[in-house]
């Protein structure tokens, strides 16, 4: 489940402190020698006399080029976050943290059965869903028409009472059709005891609002299509809705199980990977030997050795491809580049390597710094998020059945297309892909002209970490022609930018400042 919560131990005098296994319950804290406060949000921190309101340039930077695995550091130099899976005892003598939960990639579940697995998930799943179904207030779900999202509700609306209504809140896009998926929402909608309601962000008050970074947002948001949902979650706030359930988490819950192919190659067992391979490209009309180099043999190929070659050619430039818009200065002060090398170096061991990378993608800070984020979209409307996925046993059993079991006759995720293929649409069952949100975004940051040109005509704070111009090179480009690499540096400047302004922050603090003492223990 998720929690997390401060318990005062009056017989020891010690506080202790534990955040749930995937951080979706924040715990923020400050420390010093003469103090310790904590809180759920960092704000209420920033009240206390003794916590300054610097911000930190490490964060900063790790924040413009979307690197999220730092999981302490929060945008202010003075308050701190506790991992996900951690637990924390303060007494007036030390500070001790341990890990008290993590996914083992070496454990395995062998059933004697294709359908025997199909049934172990489907238990696993109404489990998870059932038991973030108790609620006294009116409870819905974020339906986008994607796998996670339709199953969720399904299977909600399978395991509610049928006196009971599940309502449904959907982004839609009128001027984006590449972004809009109603043909795949309507064909999960059309059920009795689900009320659906459609929301249109495009009629919203901009990617930013000034006034929600004043009132519950204290920290920029990263994620490109924050507007819509805020706008999801106003809406259904309007509508008395006190639990929304979600399918966030559910691409690494579920497994692409991509890692069977390497696999396959490495065991000589050819003709079975050809197979798979031709189905595969069945399904996505692509060519086979397109799919053989990109989930075959690039997959052979150390991160370190790939890094080499890269900067032989001249084509090894990491930070200005994430940001071509940062500062050179403001990234050699803070070490950025050591830190990018740190953080996404990979292994290249083949056979284990199919459930190590699943493991990293369920445990990356990325999915606790979003579930922050939607934890104060939601708290600000009344709403409590609660999201399937995130369910230990369900996250447990997926990371420990064979890749076999997540990739089938050329189909990824295929356990829970199978599991809950007399539920879901066949529309939804097999649909190959995601849709992308890249056009109503780009629609979107395009209204934002007058904001975007400020940043670099009038950059006051934000020239400490961004070029201004490599700011007006991004904008020009991205008016011309949109791409995804100017568009999210765009955006990190209007994120940035505007949560400085309206927080009044100019201090920054210095990369190498003193941290707490904690003894770490595991």
């Not at 509700?153 to 009971?164: H, K, M, N, Q, W």
């Not at 995130?390 to 089938?408: C, G, H, K, V």
Request: glycine share 6%; aromatic share 10%; hydrophobic share 35%.
């Amino acid at each position: 489940g998720a929690f997390s919560f401060v318990i005062w131990d009056s017989n020891e005098s010690r506080l202790f402190i534990a955040r749930d296994r995937l951080g979706v319950k924040p715990v923020y804290y400050h420390l010093t020698p003469e103090t310790f406060a904590s809180a759920s949000e960092k704000k209420a921190l920033l009240t206390l006399p003794s916590v300054s309101g610097a911000t930190d340039e490490t964060k900063i930077g790790d924040f413009l080029i979307a690197m999220y695995e730092d999981k302490e550091r929060t945008f202010f130099e003075s308050v701190m976050r506790l991992p996900p899976a951690h637990a924390m005892v303060i007494d007036s003598e030390s500070v001790r943290r341990h890990r008290y939960w993590d996914l083992d990639p070496t454990r395995t579940v062998t059933l004697e059965s294709d359908a025997a697995y199909e049934r172990r998930f489907r238990e696993l799943f109404e489990q998870a869903v059932e038991s973030r179904l108790r609620t006294e207030m009116p409870i819905a779900t974020s339906l986008s028409g994607g796998m996670d999202s339709s199953s969720v509700t399904v299977l909600a609306r399978e395991l509610l009472p049928d006196t009971e209504t599940l309502h449904t809140f959907s982004n839609v896009y009128d001027e984006a059709p590449s972004s809009d998926e109603r043909e795949f929402i309507e064909s999960v909608i059309d059920r009795e005891g689900i009320e659906s309601y459609y929301v249109f962000p495009e009629d919203s008050r901009g990617l930013l609002d000034p006034e929600e970074m004043q009132t519950y947002l204290d920290q920029p948001p990263h994620n490109m299509i924050h507007f819509a949902v805020r706008e999801r979650t106003r809406r259904a706030a309007e509508n008395d809705i006190g639990v929304i359930l979600g399918g966030e988490l559910g691409d690494s819950a579920i497994g692409y199980g991509l890692g069977v192919l390497p696999e396959l190659f490495w065991t000589g067992r050819w003709p079975h990977l050809y197979t798979e391979l031709r189905s595969m490209a069945d399904i996505l009309d692509a060519p086979v030997g397109h799919l053989f180099k990109h989930h075959v043999l690039t997959t052979f190929v150390p991160e370190p050795v790939g890094r080499w070659r890269r900067k032989l050619r001249g084509e090894y430039h990491p930070l200005l491809d994430e940001n071509p818009t940062l500062d050179p200065g403001f990234a050699e002060r803070i070490g950025l580049q050591t830190r990018y090398d740190e953080h996404r170096l990979r292994g290249s061991s083949v056979t284990p390597r199919a459930r190590k990378l699943q493991r990293r993608s369920l445990l990356t800070g990325r999915n606790a710094t979003n579930f922050e984020v939607l934890d104060l979209i939601h708290a600000a409307f009344g709403i409590e998020p609660r999201y399937p996925f995130a369910d230990a046993r369900l996250l447990e059993f997926s990371l420990a059945i064979p890749a076999t079991q997540q990739f089938s006759d050329g189909w990824t995720r295929s356990i829970i297309r199978r599991s809950l293929g007399d539920l879901l649409p066949e529309k939804i069952q097999w649909r190959p892909w995601k849709t992308a949100v890249n056009e109503a975004f780009w629609n979107s940051l395009s209204r934002e002209e007058d904001r975007v040109t400020r940043l670099y005509q009038c950059p006051s704070s934000l020239a400490r970490f961004l070029d201004p111009d490599a700011l007006e090179t991004a904008h020009r480009e991205f008016e011309d022609e949109p791409t995804s690499q100017n568009a999210r540096a765009l955006w990190r400047a209007l994120s940035l930018s505007t949560w400085l302004e309206e927080y009044g922050l100019n201090e920054t603090s210095s990369p190498d400042r003193m941290k707490p003492r904690i003894q770490q223990t595991d």
